[in-house]
T-cell receptor, first 114, second 119 residues
Framework: AQSVAQPEDQVNVAEGNPLTVKCTYSVSGNPYLFWYVQYPNRGLQFLLK??????LVKGSYGFEAEFNKSQTSFHLKKPSALVSDSALYFCAVGVYQAGTALIFGKGTTLSVSS | GAGVSQSPRYKVAKRGQDVALRCDPISGHVSLFWYQQALGQGPEFLTY????????KSGLPSDRFFAERPEGSVSTLKIQRTQQEDSAVYLC?????????????????FGSGTRLTVV
């Protein structure tokens, strides 16, 4: 079965410091990987995705993620965190052979302190 | 419209009541998805439409859940005889892409969701 794991329920970081939100996946077939952010009472906003090609993907708001096939990981990173980055982050995976739906992790709450 | 619009934003239903949740996708988007997001969890797939055809309903939790998209644009998710475990945020997403083709390349746009509370 396809699955996504976000091992940390919460990540705390000071403003200006680098941040990492972890994601690992388990799929049969080639994965298509996504990161979304959710602010309170809002829908999911797309940050970035990996489809194919360069393992380092750059996305919105200065975020980036690195696809690591051997470690089946797709960690989200940002060199310098902002207080406004505080939100709930979801990693998701899609597999062409498995259908259409994205499979989401449980989410990681990022808290950036000033 | 510019984004995916869902209504109502909030719905409180008494247990046993029927509810209908509406999704207006981005104009021209072929694909439409419904997801259920329970408190503290990630979204879980419910059903998928390509135009008016419901191609995948494997995620619907029971026969009390029913979805339709009769003209290939607006979609309605109906829940009959609501139970407390139905309390969740229901998210709609649309895509210009098609399942089994380019849907991951185009990606998805999500609405803000409808928060359903069953009391």
């Amino acid at each position: 079965a396809q699955s996504v794991a976000q091992p940390e329920d919460q990540v705390n970081v000071a403003e200006g410091n680098p941040l990492t939100v972890k994601c690992t996946y388990s799929v049969s077939g080639n994965p298509y990987l996504f990161w979304y952010v959710q602010y309170p009472n809002r829908g999911l906003q797309f940050l970035l995705k990996y489809i194919t090609g360069d393992n380092l993907v750059k996305g919105s708001y200065g975020f980036e993620a690195e696809f690591n096939k051997s470690q089946t990981s797709f960690h989200l990173k940002k060199p310098s965190a902002l207080v406004s980055d505080s939100a709930l982050y979801f990693c998701a995976v899609g597999v062409y052979q498995a259908g259409t739906a994205l499979i989401f992790g449980k989410g990681t709450t990022l808290s950036v302190s000033s | 419209g510019a984004g995916v619009s869902q209504s109502p934003r909030y719905k409180v239903a008494k247990r046993g009541q029927d509810v209908a949740l509406r999704c207006d996708p981005i104009s021209g988007h072929v694909s439409l998805f419904w997801y259920q997001q329970a408190l503290g969890q990630g979204p879980e797939f419910l059903t998928y439409f390509q135009n008016e055809a419901q191609l995948d309903k494997s995620g619907l939790p029971s026969d009390r859940f029913f979805a339709e998209r009769p003209e290939g644009s607006v979609s309605t998710l109906k829940i009959q005889r609501t139970q407390q475990e139905d309390s969740a945020v229901y998210l709609c997403a649309s895509s210009l892409g098609r399942a089994g083709s380019n849907i991951y390349t185009y990606g998805y746009t999500f609405g803000s969701g409808t928060r359903l509370t069953v009391v």
